[in-house]
C-alpha cells in the first residue's frame, strides 16, 4: 500500500467512464470529440475489461492518447473477445509466457524484494516488458467449485471438468434439460433466483435497493434466439412470472413495473450506453425507467424515452462481460452452435461470485470445452514484424 496524503489521494479520479464517453461519442454520427488532433487530458488512462475492445476501438483510443499518455490495460486474456473484428487483449498477451527480459526481470526485483525470473532472448521485448500476469482472483477462491471449474475449463481438461462436478462442491450445481418438465423446473429455479428482488419490488422498496437485488441473480444465454435463447427465455419468464402474479403486465402494453431492460444502443444525450441496465417502477409519477449512473446516483427515464432496449431477465454471455453476480445460471442450448465455445463457458463460469447453476447436456458441454474461438485481424502478424525488428 503506498503511503499517501490525503491530498494526493483527492487527485486519484473516482468516477469512470465508458470508452465512448471518454472519447467524446457523438449522438447519429461517427465522430469523436478526441483524436490525434484533440487528444484527451490526461497522464494516465486505466481501462478496464480489456477483452470487450475491439479492433476499430482500439485505434480509436490510442489515436486519442497525448503524446506523453500511458495507458493501463486491464482485462482476462481467456474471456470472450468483442463481437467485432480483432481480439486484441489475447493477441496482446500471446508474449506474456514468454518472460520479461533480462534488465526488467532486474528491475522488478529491486523492487519487490521477491526473484523475478527473466525469459530468454530479446525478442517483443517492449512488448513482454509490458505485460503482467495477475494470478489471484478477488472474485471467487481458487479453491471454490468455480475457481477449479473455470481453471478446468480454461485448460479444456474435460476429465476434470468432471471430477470438479463429482466432487459435490456447494456453489455448483450441473443439471440436464432432456424434457419439458426439466425446462420447466429451470423456470422455476429462475423465479426463485429473482425472488429477492420480486419481494422488494412488492414491497416497493427503494430504487437503489431494487437495481442492487437484480444484480444478485442472472441468466445467461449463449444463443438469442429458440427456447433456450435470449427471446425464448424472457417470454417464457414473463409468462410464468403473470400466471404467478409476481407483475402485473397490461395486455396492450409491453411496459409493467419490474420490467428490466438493457440499453442495446449508446444515446450520450441521456447519459445511457449499451449495456445499461434500467428497472421501470412507478414512485409517483407515473412509470420510468430507473438506473444507476457512473458517479453512483440514481436517474430515472420515461420509457418513450429510451434508445433501443431489450427485456433482460435473461441476457447473452456476451452481454454479462464487465458484470459480476452473487447466482448465475448458465443454460446452453440442446445442439451444437458454433458459438459455444469454451471462452463463452469460462466467461460465463467466471461471472459468478457465490454459486452457479449450468444447465447443459454433457455432450454440448464437451463440444463446447474442446471448441476455441479463432479471430485472425492482422494484428498479431504485425506484433511479429515489429518484434522481429527489435
Not at 484527451?40 to 482500439?58: G, Q, R, T, Y
Not at 429473482?194 to 431494487?210: D, N, Q, V
Not at 457465490?354 to 470445452?369: H, K, P, T, V, W
Request: proline residues 4%.
Amino acid at each position: 500500500q503506498l503511503p499517501l496524503t490525503d491530498a494526493q489521494k483527492k487527485r486519484i479520479p473516482e468516477d469512470a467512464s465508458t470508452l465512448h464517453r471518454l472519447l467524446g461519442a457523438q449522438p447519429g454520427s461517427q465522430r469523436l470529440r478526441h483524436h490525434a488532433g484533440n487528444p484527451l487530458h490526461l497522464d494516465v488512462l486505466v481501462v478496464d475489461e480489456a477483452s470487450m475492445i475491439d479492433l476499430p476501438m482500439m485505434s480509436r483510443l490510442i489515436d486519442a492518447l497525448p503524446p506523453h499518455g500511458r495507458v493501463i490495460f486491464l482485462g482476462d486474456r481467456d474471456q470472450l473477445a468483442s463481437v467485432e473484428a480483432g481480439a486484441v487483449l489475447g493477441d496482446i498477451c500471446a508474449y506474456v509466457n514468454a518472460g520479461f527480459t533480462a534488465e526488467r526481470a532486474r528491475q522488478l526485483s529491486r523492487l519487490t524484494g521477491s526473484a523475478i525470473p527473466a525469459g530468454a532472448g530479446m525478442q517483443a521485448a517492449s512488448l513482454r516488458d509490458s505485460l503482467c500476469l495477475l494470478q489471484k482472483s478477488y472474485r471467487f477462491g481458487s479453491d471454490s467449485g468455480i475457481g477449479k471449474l473455470a481453471a478446468a475449463i480454461n485448460c479444456g481438461d474435460r476429465s476434470a471438468i468432471q471430477a470438479v462436478f463429482q466432487q459435490g462442491f456447494s456453489d455448483i450445481e450441473k443439471r440436464t434439460l432432456q424434457s419439458s418438465d426439466d425446462y420447466a423446473g429451470m423456470l422455476d429455479e429462475a423465479l426463485a433466483g429473482y425472488g429477492r428482488y420480486l419481494r422488494l419490488l412488492h414491497e416497493k422498496a427503494t430504487p437503489e435497493a431494487i437495481l442492487q437485488a437484480f444484480n444478485e441473480y442472472q441468466l445467461l444465454c449463449a444463443l438469442r434466439e429458440g427456447p433456450f435463447g435470449v427471446r425464448g427465455l424472457n417470454d417464457r419468464i414473463e409468462q410464468a412470472m403473470v400466471q404467478q402474479r409476481k407483475i402485473q403486465r397490461h395486455p396492450h402494453s409491453r411496459w409493467y413495473e419490474g420490467r428490466p431492460v438493457m440499453i442495446a444502443r449508446n444515446d450520450s444525450a441521456l447519459g445511457l450506453f449499451n449495456g445499461d441496465i434500467g428497472i421501470a417502477l412507478d414512485r409517483g409519477q407515473g412509470l420510468r425507467v430507473w438506473f444507476v449512473m457512473p458517479d453512483g446516483t440514481i436517474k430515472s427515464v420515461q420509457p418513450s424515452r429510451l434508445p433501443e432496449h431489450d427485456t433482460t431477465w435473461a441476457m447473452t454471455v456476451h452481454k454479462s462481460q464487465g458484470s459480476e453476480f452473487d447466482h448465475a445460471a448458465l443454460i446452453l442450448p440442446s445442439q451444437r452452435s458454433p458459438v459455444v465455445t469454451r471462452e463463452l463457458v469460462y466467461t460465463a463460469v467466471t461471472r459468478a461470485r457465490r454459486r452457479l447453476s449450468l444447465y447443459a447436456d454433457e455432450r454440448i458441454l464437451a463440444g463446447a470445452i474442446v471448441t476455441r474461438t479463432e479471430r485472425r485481424s492482422g494484428l498479431a502478424t504485425l506484433f511479429d514484424e515489429v518484434s522481429r525488428t527489435e
